[in-house]
């Protein structure tokens, strides 16, 4: 088990490089020069020899192993270079943003988990009663409502006419409230329906039924048998949600004006901010790559077949 | 009191067909009784598609009968509240013939055999594993096996820990459904010879459900005879079922393998 969470530890390092490089490649093809765009964030007219000037400053008069070599030990001091436009360390701009965003992150996960569980939990043991056409009621709204939509909706009831939650901004727990909500509600669709499916599914293995008639208890047939492995499809799910999160939950960001990673990024690229894109393009693969590894050790902890060599089938 | 009466069971598989007037019903069960006494082995034989399996589930108490009653110790496992049934499971464990279904393939043995443990006796930790290492033993396996998950095991040996885990509340009676068709030769005998160790251990009883003939042989007191629903004989003893003159009962006699060709009789016509 130890050797197997070792050696996925281990294959995140090339897949990262992978991405450096990756992002490295696609910065020096598109046609963006970054003197240029330095000049154009400061609304500056630049002459020919300030944009000399400046591509030696940055380097790129340089060959590019030697630039990505360079960029690479930056990286790894945390040093993605400093925003045009803000003239501040990249580093320091989306650290001063994550806050703002884990926290919607965690809370609308928590919403999305807490509401799921349990009604695709029911809707599956309970085909076809009430709490499961509610949940393929509830699934089907998620689904189709537009997110930016349902926060105005969200906004204009609970904010304007009953006035239960504060309109925008950030601060207490009440601020993330409607924002959470409104990230939660496309993937409590989702997960219902995963949930329910594989309930289902797992409600017909023969050792379900056996584990009936050798008299086990219901509870423990339902936690141990049904649940804990008609869990693992919405974990992965889980796990690229989570990541889509953090990296920005871009419009109902803009709905909320929460202060969170989203909507600084968009800046980045409508200004042409050449570090903040390269900064967000890599912070987005670490995090991507992490929660992958989440999952897959919770994954191992609810099936041990995962970490064991010498299966007989393969 | 008998171990395990079975009363007048009748059971048919509606084949419900969206015009009414073509209404078929499908008898798999037509008035099956018989007595189970402790200690004693009954073997059913039948072809497939006689009802040995219905018969089986519905003795486990997952198949409702129409009609008849099955009573286990004395109480009918259909109306018995919910405790008294929980206990009467308890003395009635099953061992079915897919080793692999049986078991949940994310659990390792000693998970496997401790469930029933757990479920039905609280016990220390260490108490728990001594009672599992026990039961491994048991039934020819060892402490070396505890931490393999059921891929790793053979179909046998997953049937040996199939069979521990049946045992481990030492119940009154298995029902052992096809419990050894699925497994080779020598296999087989193994696990028959250790079923009959272990009947004469604990004093179990077993309801025998197969279509081997010799399988049934080996182990039961009594050899019941199932074809097309119906139980048609009840024999004491092997000399009985060699002398019966019943159609079916010869038919199923003659499919028996001779020990040599030359021995062999060709009466049975293919059909």
Redesign the interface.
């Known amino acids: 088990m130890g050797t197997y969470v070792l050696k996925r530890i281990i294959t995140i390092v090339p897949i990262f490089l992978l991405a450096t490089l990756l992002t490295f490649g696609m910065i020096n093809l598109s046609p963006v020069d970054p003197a240029e765009a330095y000049f154009t964030a400061a609304h500056i007219q630049a002459t020919d020899e300030m944009l000399e000037e400046k591509r030696h400053e940055f380097g790129l008069d340089q060959p590019l192993l030697i630039q990505y070599v360079n960029a690479l030990i930056k990286i790894c001091q945390f040093d993605f270079g400093i925003s045009y436009v803000t003239n501040k360390p990249v580093w320091e701009e989306i650290t001063s943003r994550l806050p703002a965003t884990i926290q919607l992150t965690i809370g609308s996960l928590l919403i999305a988990i807490l509401v799921s569980i349990p009604i695709g939990f029911l809707a599956g043991l309970k085909k076809n009663s009430a709490i499961d056409h509610f949940s393929r009621f509830l699934s089907f709204i998620g689904a189709s409502i537009p997110s930016f939509w349902l926060g105005y909706l969200f906004i204009f009831f609970f904010s304007v006419k009953l006035d239960l939650f504060p309109v925008v901004g950030t601060g207490t727990w009440k601020h993330l409230i409607l924002p959470s909500v409104t990230l939660a509600f496309p993937l409590i669709a989702l997960y219902t329906r995963l949930l329910r499916a594989s309930v289902l599914e797992n409600l017909q293995?023969?050792?379900v039924?056996?584990?009936?008639?050798?008299?086990?208890?219901e509870k423990?047939i339902m936690g141990?048998?049904v649940l804990?492995?008609a869990i693992s499809p919405m974990i992965s799910g889980l796990g690229m949600n989570l990541g889509n999160l953090m990296t920005g939950a871009i419009i109902v960001e803009a709905v909320f004006s929460w202060p969170g990673f989203g909507r600084y990024f968009i800046e980045a690229i409508f200004n042409r901010d050449v570090p903040v894109i390269q900064g967000y393009v890599l912070l987005a693969a670490g995090i991507f790559l992490t929660s992958n590894l989440i999952v897959d050790l919770i994954q191992m902890y609810?099936?041990?077949?995962i970490s064991?060599k010498?299966?007989?089938?393969q | 009191m008998s171990l395990l009466e079975v009363k007048q069971v009748n059971h048919s598989y509606d084949s419900k067909k969206l015009f009414k007037w073509k209404n078929q019903s499908n008898k798999i069960l037509i008035d099956i009784s018989f007595v189970i006494e402790e200690g004693t082995c009954l073997g059913l034989i039948g072809t497939s598609g006689a009802g040995k399996s219905t018969l089986g589930k519905v003795i486990?108490?997952?198949q409702p009968p129409q009609e008849g009653q099955v009573l286990f110790q004395g109480n009918d496992i259909y109306k018995a509240d919910k405790l008294t049934?929980?206990k009467l499971?308890?003395d009635?464990?099953?061992v079915?013939q897919?080793s692999y279904?049986?078991?949940?393939?994310?659990m390792?043995a000693e998970q496997i055999i401790s469930?029933?443990l757990?479920?039905?006796e609280k016990l220390t930790v260490g108490e728990q594993r001594r009672r599992v290492i026990e039961l491994l033993e048991r039934v020819g396996l060892n402490e070396n096996d505890l931490k393999k998950?059921p891929?790793?095991f053979s179909g046998g040996q997953l049937q040996r820990i199939n069979i521990a885990?049946?045992i481990a509340l030492k119940p009154k009676l298995i029902v052992l459904d096809e419990s050894v068709s699925s497994l080779d030769m020598v296999t087989q005998s193994l696990i028959l010879q250790l079923l009959s160790e272990l009947k004469d251990d604990f004093g179990l009883s077993y309801l025998f459900i197969t279509h081997d003939i010799k399988a049934a042989f080996s182990i039961s007191d009594q050899i019941g005879v199932l074809e097309k629903g119906e139980l048609i004989e009840l024999y004491d003893s092997k000399d009985q079922f060699f002398s019966s003159k019943h159609p079916i009962v010869k038919q199923l006699r003659d499919s028996i393998l001779a020990e040599h060709p030359r021995f062999r009789t060709l009466t049975t016509k293919a059909n």
């Open positions: 293995e023969s050792y039924l056996f584990a009936r008639t050798r008299g086990i208890h423990i141990k048998h804990r492995i609810i099936d041990p077949r064991r010498g299966r007989q089938y | 486990l108490g997952i049934r929980l499971r308890r009635l464990q099953v079915f897919d279904s049986s078991v949940n393939p994310r390792t469930e029933p757990e479920n039905y998950f891929h790793q885990r049946a």
